[in-house]
Nanobody, 129 residues
Framework: HVQLVESGGGSVQAGGSLRLSCAAS????????MGWFRQAPGKEHEGVAT????????TYADSVKGRFTISMDNTKNTLYLQMSELKPEDSAMYYC???????????????????????WGQGTQVTVA
């Protein structure tokens, strides 16, 4: 049974920073694609970032490029999203996601589309004033 649990959300002033964490259980992140997605009220899901653990390749939405950094700690089986220079537009529920199979850079990670992911966390709220 795979479980993803996000943490680290909260309220922050514009220009501030937050680090989101996603602890995975029943799942080995090595050689897998994981990502962060977000959704604000009235808006569609947005793929924020993905990371392919086999070689560290990442993708970012244009809206967060240069401000957010996705990373993975294989020993802790945890995914992170370091968010800096936060803007009010970043306010959303942030979800951690994972694909059920490994070796999926081109088919999953590079595409950064929510429909490709199989496991989802409950979400953590980020509010930027």
């Amino acid at each position: 049974h795979v479980q993803l649990v996000e943490s680290g959300g909260g309220s922050v002033q514009a220009g501030g920073s937050l680090r989101l964490s996603c602890a995975a259980s029943g799942y080995a992140v090595t050689s897998h694609c994981m990502g962060w997605f977000r959704q604000a009220p009235g808006k569609e899901h947005e793929g924020v970032a993905t990371i392919y653990s086999s070689d560290g390749r990442t993708t970012y939405a244009d809206s967060v490029k240069g401000r957010f950094t996705i990373s993975m700690d294989n020993t802790k089986n945890t995914l992170y999203l370091q968010m800096s220079e936060l803007k009010p537009e970043d306010s959303a529920m942030y979800y951690c996601a994972a694909h059920r199979y490994g070796w999926t850079w081109s088919s999953v990670c590079a595409r950064r589309q929510d429909a490709d992911f199989d496991y989802w966390g409950q979400g953590t709220q980020v509010t930027v004033a």
